[in-house]
């Protein structure tokens, strides 16, 4: 209220967002802004100071803002798991690593890209196939029938 958005709640089984109460209408990036940085705020007041006593992501979705369980340095710390790969073998590529966005955690655990856009995403993907010496030529006739690899 303090803040005049025009949006509603969205209650999920791990998450709770704030959307624009209509499609038609946006909140305005400063208030997404100010909405996680107050979340946050909020959220590390819980278990006397603690903060919660789960992981978690409050982040600027863009249009909406979310408070998630989990994020994404756990994310990534399970599949390194998963994969059997060390912090040194893996690179996060993501286009929000401010404190008000969702990629923010995966620093702390691997390298990570900050990219603006899906093209470049595509690009740093075909520099690393080019590095790693794997032609994308034989990635579109054998590989993933996705364009990006073509």
């Known amino acids: 209220q303090e803040l005049n958005l025009r949006g509603k709640l969205i209650r999920k089984k791990r998450s709770i967002g704030l959307v624009p109460s209509k499609s038609s209408e946006r909140i305005p990036r400063e208030g997404l802004d100010e909405t996680v940085l107050r979340v946050?705020?909020?959220?590390?007041?819980?278990n006397h100071g603690a903060g919660p006593s789960l992981p978690y992501c409050a982040f600027n979705g863009g249009s909406d803002v979310w408070l998630d369980v989990g994020n994404k340095r756990v994310g990534v710390q399970v599949l390194q798991s998963y994969l059997g790969i060390s912090s040194s073998q893996t690179l996060h590529i993501g286009d929000q690593f401010l404190n008000t966005g969702n990629d923010f955690a995966a620093r702390d655990?691997?390298?990570c890209v900050w990219i603006t856009s899906p093209e470049e995403t595509t690009y740093i993907l075909k520099s690393i196939l080019r590095l790693a010496g794997i032609s994308l030529a034989r990635m579109a006739h054998h590989g993933p029938s996705d364009s990006t690899c073509s």
């Open 40 to 46: 946050v705020e909020d959220a590390q007041k819980m």
């Open 109 to 111: 655990v691997c390298a």
